[in-house]
């Protein structure tokens, strides 16, 4: 069984920083896309970062603090977050497109970590 596993979250003072992981397990053949996501309270899941063959992007609120970089060979994707602000408080969920054996066959799907959760507060 392919999965996604985050771990890293957990509460910090503005101004701070966290390092999210999430690695993927199972019958992998290779992994695309890569990329982390948040859900703050009350409201949809957003994009944060993707990375893709070393191209990255990010979204306008996170540029300058946030750096998203993976290790191909671990079958890893991290998340360094600087600065911290109360507004980056939300569940922070992992994905990848992942190239999978299943069922006698290779098949991509995108996949989804549980999310771990991001508290800044002081």
């Known amino acids: 069984q392919v999965q996604l596993v985050e771990s890293g979250g957990g509460l910090v003072q503005p101004g701070g920083s966290l390092r999210l992981s999430c690695a993927a397990s199972g019958s992998i053949?290779?992994?695309?896309?890569?990329?982390?996501?948040?859900?703050?309270?009350?409201?949809?899941?957003?994009?944060?970062?993707?990375?893709?063959?070393?191209?990255t992007h990010y979204v306008d609120s996170v540029k300058g603090r946030f750096t998203i970089s993976r290790d191909n060979a671990k079958n890893m994707v991290y998340l360094q977050m600087n600065n911290l602000k109360p507004e980056d408080t939300a569940v922070y969920s992992c994905s990848a497109e992942v190239e999978h054996w299943q069922d006698h066959a290779y098949r991509s799907d995108k996949l989804w970590g549980q999310g771990t959760l991001v508290t800044v507060s002081s």
């Open 29 to 55: 053949s290779n992994i695309y896309d890569m990329g982390w996501y948040r859900q703050a309270p009350g409201k949809q899941r957003v994009l944060v970062a993707t990375i893709t063959a070393g191209t």
